[in-house]
């Protein structure tokens, strides 16, 4: 059994979500990526369940492990309750630990992704905030999308939101002390060592790539590279 | 399957929902693309029902949507989740409703796991004393937000001032219910009706009048995927996957969509808006697409709630066909005006879906 085999099955999602799979593949005939990308969740599990840490370390450089969007509907259909979806969790989070996220494509989203969510946590205590929700990198949010960027006081005012006010409501202002204490939680809890390890192998591949950590960020988020999709 | 195999598994998944005194926790989503969905959830409990809901300014993102886009590790979503419940019982409640199916998701996962490991939910109680001095009770019951009008949909049916049905045909309205994958298909017994057959929309939709529509891909996902839409290079996964969804759909000429999880609400509306854009392909009559509806609004037009009051003037979907069609009145020009009428810009019309 190898050493990364054995960071993975400290993981509770490994504990409770991993028996031994059947190769059914009814976990792919429901799976949305599959659909969509090159990308089979029988064959991840049974990697993970191979303990080989050769494969294991390929997979969690892979972009592979990325493709999965987290719905979770394999965790209803698994005739041996397995949870492909879960096992999928445990993986991102040992790349990331590991620093082997920057080796694929999919994987160095990890960056805009980290600055533009844990910002919106800490700064504000929500994951989306609506001053940071450009229109520009949301042209599908349609005609009313851009109306109601456009024109955000007045909309949410007649709507009933207390957008950044005082006491309960719609987008409140979150009081300056429950920021302190989620900014506590994330010391505590090493939410904070991710975002300083998500920063740091960024930029050291950012170097190695050749780009300024803002063209990497960019490329990140835009470049839907090429060879992922099913055609 | 038949309609009495269908029973029996609905009441193998009927979930105890309390009556009343509730602890409410507000979603990311919701607050940001229908706000006047929550503000409508409260108005109905509250002045409709008469139920004690208490919120306080206090309480935050539960960290589910950074979770699931691996931001943050679990033990710190976990941790928050636990300071969401100090909260809870510092305020005297035991109740706990969250409006987010991301986060019904996440706290039925954070229970359960609790409740196999519990030197887990030791470790959290330990984190959140070490970063918060707080402590808490796990809650007692945990809703969603929709299985509290799933239990009072007849009260609110009662107190309807229109019903789901087509003005000029007297005829119940076909109407598709999507719901949020986190609310079932992770834990089923916590859903209303589990995760094969879930009871909650189509209860709501049934009690007010509509026809349920069973089509291929009910169960199929909107497409959210977190990263799969935050990150602008991967959305072409989120689209096509509510394109699935209307492709299926529309043989059985849907008049309305109503959803649980606001994040489904906003995909199935936007990208109706996408796919007319890039390929002049609507899914509604007429060159208009499906309107897509969150529950609140739906309640609040039945109780005959002003459509814009609740907030249907930021759905890109046009609503004003379906109005018609249910007789339900409304004054157009008021559409896009402020507070007090205040006279603000008006959204430009989309090259290839109709709307108002």
Redesign the interface.
């Known amino acids: 059994m190898g050493k990364l085999y054995d960071r993975l099955v400290k993981d509770?999602?490994i504990?409770?979500w991993l028996k031994a799979c059947i190769n059914c593949g009814v976990c792919v005939a429901i799976c949305?990526?599959a659909?969509?990308?090159k990308y089979n969740p029988k064959t991840i599990v049974n990697i993970v369940q191979s303990h080989d840490d050769e494969q294991i370390e390929a997979l969690l450089k892979s972009d592979n492990i990325?493709y999965?969007?987290?719905?979770?509907?394999c965790?209803?259909r698994c005739p041996r309750k397995n949870?492909p979806g879960m096992i999928i969790?445990a993986l991102?989070?040992l790349s990331?630990d590991m620093g082997y996220f920057v080796e694929s494509e999919?994987g160095r989203?990890?960056l805009?992704?980290?600055r533009?969510?844990?910002s919106?946590?800490l700064d504000y205590?929500?994951?989306?905030?609506?001053r940071t929700?450009a229109y520009e990198?949301h042209p599908?949010?349609?005609?009313?999308?851009?109306?109601?960027s456009?024109?955000l006081e007045?909309?949410?005012?007649?709507?009933?939101?207390n957008l950044d006010g005082?006491?309960?409501?719609?987008?409140?202002k979150?009081?300056k002390?429950?920021?302190d204490?989620?900014k506590?939680?994330?010391?505590?809890?090493?939410?904070t060592a991710?975002?300083k390890l998500v920063e740091d192998a960024s930029a050291k591949k950012a170097q190695e790539m050749g780009l300024s950590i803002e063209e990497y960020v960019k490329k990140?988020?835009?470049?839907?590279?090429h060879g992922h999709?099913n055609e | 399957m038949i309609k009495e195999g269908k029973v029996k598994i609905w009441s193998d998944y009927q979930k105890e929902i309390p009556d009343d005194h509730w602890f409410y926790v507000?979603s990311?989503?919701r607050?940001?693309f229908f706000?006047?969905a929550?503000?409508t959830f409260l108005k109905i409990l509250r002045e409709e029902l008469g139920k004690d809901i208490y919120?306080?300014?206090?309480?935050?993102?539960c960290?589910?949507?950074?979770y699931?886009?691996?931001?943050?590790?679990?033990?710190?979503q976990m941790?928050?989740i636990a300071?969401q419940f100090a909260l809870m019982t510092e305020a005297g409640y035991e109740n706990y409703t969250c409006s987010c199916v991301t986060s019904f998701?996440l706290y039925s996962e954070t229970l359960e796991?609790w409740h196999?490991?519990p030197e887990?939910e030791a470790k959290i109680r330990e984190?959140?004393w070490?970063?918060?001095r707080?402590e808490f009770k796990v809650p007692k019951y945990l809703a969603h937000t929709s299985d509290l009008f799933y239990k009072f949909r007849n009260d609110i049916s009662a107190k309807a001032k229109y019903r789901l049905v087509n003005k000029e045909t007297g005829e119940p309205l076909k109407v598709v219910e999507h719901i949020g994958?986190?609310y079932a298909?992770?834990f089923?017994s916590k859903g209303v009706g589990g995760?094969?057959y879930p009871y909650v929309l189509a209860g709501m939709a049934e009690s007010w009048g509509g026809n349920i529509i069973d089509y291929p891909e009910r169960?199929?996902?909107c497409?959210?995927?977190?990263?799969?839409y935050?990150?602008?290079?991967?959305?072409?996964?989120s689209?096509?996957?509510s394109y699935?969804k209307f492709e299926s759909m529309e043989p059985y000429h849907p008049d309305m969509i109503i959803t649980n999880c606001p994040g489904c609400h906003y995909f199935m509306d936007?990208?109706q808006?996408?796919i007319a854009e890039q390929t002049r392909k609507t899914y509604g009559q007429n060159g208009y697409g499906i309107p897509v509806f969150t529950y609140e609004e739906v309640a609040g037009l039945t109780l005959g709630y002003n459509p814009?009051?609740l907030?249907l003037?930021?759905?890109?979907v046009a609503v004003e066909p379906l109005l018609d069609k249910i007789g339900i009145e409304y004054n157009a020009s008021e559409k896009?005006?402020?507070?007090g009428g205040?006279l603000?810009?008006?959204?430009?019309?989309?090259m290839s879906i109709k709307?108002c």
């Open positions: 509770i999602r504990k409770e949305p990526a659909e969509f990308y990325w999965c969007g987290e719905c979770m509907s965790m209803t949870a969790m991102r989070s990331i999919k989203q990890q805009p992704l980290q533009t969510f844990c919106n946590i205590g929500y994951c989306v905030y609506p929700f990198d599908e949010s349609g005609t009313v999308g851009k109306w109601i456009d024109n007045d909309v949410h005012k007649r709507l009933g939101s005082e006491g309960p409501g719609v987008l409140r979150i009081p002390e429950s920021l204490d989620l506590a939680i994330f010391d505590v809890t090493g939410a991710r975002m990140a988020f835009n470049d839907p590279g999709t | 507000r990311c989503i607050q940001n706000p006047a929550e503000v919120e306080t300014p206090r309480h935050t993102t960290g589910g949507i950074a699931h886009l691996e931001c943050i590790p679990q033990e710190t941790t928050i300071r998701g796991t196999e490991m887990v984190n959140l070490k970063s918060c707080m994958c986190h298909k992770m089923p995760a094969e169960r199929h996902c497409g959210y995927g977190f990263r799969q935050h990150v602008k290079a991967n959305r072409g996964y689209l096509s996957n699935k936007r990208w808006y996408v814009w009051d907030g003037q930021t759905h890109q896009y005006l402020g507070t205040k603000i810009c008006t959204p430009e019309f989309p709307c």
